[in-house]
């Protein structure tokens, strides 16, 4: 269950992420780090899909340009 709720935030985040930064790759590093945000995220409790997901595009905005 919590392992599904994770690649659910995970996958819906980095997929609207995606649509709204078109210059950015499927395969960019930011998606790994998305993952350990959003892992660290639900074992502090925060374990609904819909929140952590937007806790997951809330981080990837702040995520430097480069990366």
Not at 11 to 28: G, I, K, P, Q
Request: proline residues 1%; glycine residues 6%.
């Amino acid at each position: 269950m919590v392992d599904e709720v994770l690649r659910k935030a995970v996958d819906t985040a980095w997929t609207v992420y995606l649509t709204t930064h078109r210059d950015v790759d499927v395969a960019d590093g930011r998606r790994c780090l998305l993952e350990r945000h959003l892992q660290g995220r639900l074992e502090a409790s925060q374990g609904e899909t819909e929140e952590l997901t937007c806790s997951g595009l809330a981080y990837l905005d702040r995520l430097p340009k480069d990366e």
